[in-house]
């Protein structure tokens, strides 16, 4: 594969660590054409919380400098790290008052640690909302129109990568903080099943749904991602391409669909269409009617474990906190016993049922966010489409390829059962290669 210098930046992951690989390119060219990107484009993104170009270029003269036959998976790919990972090179400060003079850590967070392992160049952290937790927004911007919000938390993480500041990230969802943002900034975005990547050295928010997980513009970086974090370890078949023609899609509204706007209601319709006419089998399917509790019992065991997640930072300064956040520790109108163990009961239950549903289908769709982003910064929208597959625990990934009314990304979501993240990530190659206009 050719390249020229001033292409360098719109390499995929897996386009660059090729040629990085064998010397085609040098690390350091690599990187100076991502600075230069973002030099040009991040004073209106906003996606950077803390870059240090010196230390870039340091990290990646020392992977040049690595033989090619010891160079690592991700040998010199730029990553961009959401704000709430621990770096031992750089400051945390998870966009929070409470933080804002910390320095860097002792040691790498489990994930950063795993990524700087295989070669990574661990390029900057990215903007959050404040612990990852609230749905304010700014400093970040949408690439795709400055005026709108990139989604959250995951903000800067989705927005640098759909801008090509750099061609992966990692991020974290407990809502819907990896997809929405990836539907608002046009990228795919990929939530693993939860507990497949350690959140060790992640500011927590609620322990049952936490999951770090990955932005990019391709399914093969996500692919490439997913082995090196031994996502496909369940996975014995060979990772073939999926074929649309005679597969069994089902398209799932979810209890949620009423709220859904004018642009994700079209980008639903095309779907359906796109599909079937590449010979797909289509059904639109009606979840169980157990579903329908599935987004109040998630209400209350978010907030149980917040409040226990947050204590901590009330009780050190509370004036340094968001007021959301210390009304919700102050708020004495708590869940009884018997509502906490009814709501970890009986989302353990649809878990199960969930399992068993999915195994029908080859591919499932469901909406990614309400609609394109929304204007404003003030708010980076809300995750109702997407919580619902957090608690479950389930694997699920953004696949971009529709516009709204304003011509801003809208993406649809795939989802699967319980570690069938591998299975996810060909039937959403599979299918964003039809919405993106690639022939089947």
């Given at each position: 594969m050719?390249?020229?210098?001033?292409?360098?930046?719109?390499l995929?992951?897996?386009?660059?660590v090729?040629?990085?690989?064998?010397?085609?390119?040098?690390?350091?060219?690599?990187?100076?054409?991502?600075?230069?990107?973002?030099r040009?484009r991040?004073p209106?993104?906003?996606?950077?919380?803390?870059?240090?170009?010196e230390?870039?270029?340091?990290?990646?003269?020392?992977?040049?400098?690595?033989?090619?036959e010891?160079?690592?998976?991700?040998h010199?790919?730029?990553?961009?790290?959401?704000?709430?990972?621990?770096?031992?090179d750089?400051?945390?400060?998870?966009?929070s008052?409470?933080?804002?003079?910390?320095?860097?850590?002792?040691a790498d967070s489990a994930?950063?640690?795993?990524?700087?392992?295989?070669?990574?160049i661990?390029?900057?952290?990215?903007?959050?909302?404040?612990?990852?937790?609230?749905?304010?927004?700014?400093p970040?911007?949408?690439?795709?129109?400055?005026?709108?919000?990139?989604?959250?938390?995951?903000?800067?993480?989705?927005?640098?990568?759909?801008?090509?500041?750099?061609?992966?990230?990692?991020?974290?969802?407990?809502?819907?903080?990896i997809?929405?943002?990836?539907?608002?900034n046009?990228?795919?975005?990929?939530?693993?099943t939860?507990?497949?990547?350690?959140?060790?050295?992640?500011?927590?928010y609620?322990?049952?749904?936490?999951?770090?997980?990955?932005?990019a513009?391709?399914?093969?970086?996500?692919?490439?991602?997913?082995?090196?974090?031994?996502?496909?370890s369940?996975?014995?078949?060979?990772?073939?391409?999926?074929?649309?023609?005679?597969?069994?899609?089902?398209?799932?509204?979810?209890?949620?669909?009423?709220?859904?706007?004018?642009?994700?209601?079209?980008?639903?319709?095309?779907?359906?269409?796109?599909?079937?006419?590449?010979?797909?089998?289509?059904?639109?399917?009606?979840?169980?009617?157990?579903?329908?509790?599935?987004?109040?019992?998630?209400?209350?065991?978010?907030?149980?474990?917040?409040?226990?997640?947050f204590?901590?930072?009330?009780?050190?300064?509370?004036?340094?906190?968001h007021?959301?956040?210390?009304?919700?520790?102050e708020?004495?109108?708590?869940?009884?016993?018997?509502?906490?163990?009814?709501?970890?009961?009986?989302?353990?239950r649809?878990?199960?049922?969930?399992?068993?549903?999915?195994?029908?289908?080859?591919?499932?769709?469901?909406?990614?966010?309400?609609?394109?982003?929304?204007?404003?910064?003030?708010?980076?929208?809300?995750?109702?489409?997407?919580?619902?597959?957090?608690?479950?625990?389930?694997?699920?990934?953004?696949?971009?390829?529709?516009?709204?009314?304003?011509?801003?990304?809208?993406?649809?979501?795939?989802?699967?059962?319980?570690?069938s993240?591998?299975?996810?990530?060909?039937?959403?190659?599979?299918?964003?290669?039809?919405?993106?206009?690639?022939?089947?």
């Open positions: 050719d390249v020229s210098k001033s292409d360098l930046g719109s995929t992951a897996t386009q660059a090729e040629l990085m690989r064998w010397n085609h390119v040098s690390a350091r060219d690599y990187a100076r054409a991502l600075l230069d990107r973002i040009e991040d209106q993104v906003r996606a950077w919380i803390y870059l240090n170009e230390a870039v270029l340091e990290q990646a003269d020392n992977l040049d400098r690595i033989p090619p010891k160079r690592g998976p991700l010199g790919v730029a990553v961009g790290i959401k704000d709430v990972f621990l770096t031992q750089m400051p945390t400060r998870y966009n008052r409470l933080h804002a003079n910390d320095g860097n850590a002792a994930a950063v640690s795993v990524l700087r392992a295989a070669g990574a661990i390029l900057g952290k990215t903007a959050t909302t404040e612990f990852a937790a609230m749905t304010e927004g700014r970040c911007t949408n690439p795709n129109n400055p005026k709108h919000t990139p989604g959250g938390s995951s903000s800067g993480s989705a927005a640098a990568v759909a801008d090509y500041q750099v061609p992966v990230s990692i991020g974290t969802q407990t809502g819907g903080s997809v929405r943002p990836a539907s608002f046009g990228c795919y975005g990929f939530k693993p939860w507990g497949t990547i350690s959140t060790e050295g992640v500011g927590r609620a322990v049952s749904a936490d999951t770090p997980g990955f932005c513009r391709s399914v093969d970086d996500l692919e490439l991602l997913a082995r090196l974090f031994d996502l496909d369940l996975f014995a078949e060979p990772f073939a391409p999926m074929s649309i023609k005679g597969a069994r899609i089902a398209f799932i509204k979810t209890p949620v669909w009423p709220a859904a706007g004018p642009g994700t209601r079209a980008a639903w319709d095309l779907a359906h269409e796109l599909l079937a006419d590449n010979g797909a089998a289509i059904q639109d399917v009606e979840l169980p009617a157990v579903f329908s509790n599935c987004a109040s019992w998630r209400d209350l065991v978010i907030a149980s474990e917040a409040r226990a997640a204590l901590p930072k009330y009780r050190q300064d509370k004036s340094k906190i007021s959301d956040i210390v009304r919700l520790i708020n004495k109108a708590l869940p009884s016993r018997k509502q906490l163990l009814e709501a970890h009961d009986g989302i353990a649809l878990r199960s049922i969930w399992d068993r549903f999915a195994t029908k289908y080859d591919i499932i769709i469901t909406p990614s966010a309400i609609d394109e982003a929304p204007e404003g910064l003030g708010d980076t929208g809300t995750a109702a489409f997407c919580a619902m597959w957090t608690i479950l625990h389930v694997p699920a990934m953004n696949v971009p390829g529709f516009k709204g009314q304003r011509g801003l990304p809208i993406g649809l979501t795939v989802v699967g059962s319980r570690y993240d591998m299975e996810v990530l060909r039937g959403g190659k599979a299918v964003g290669a039809i919405f993106n206009g690639q022939p089947s």
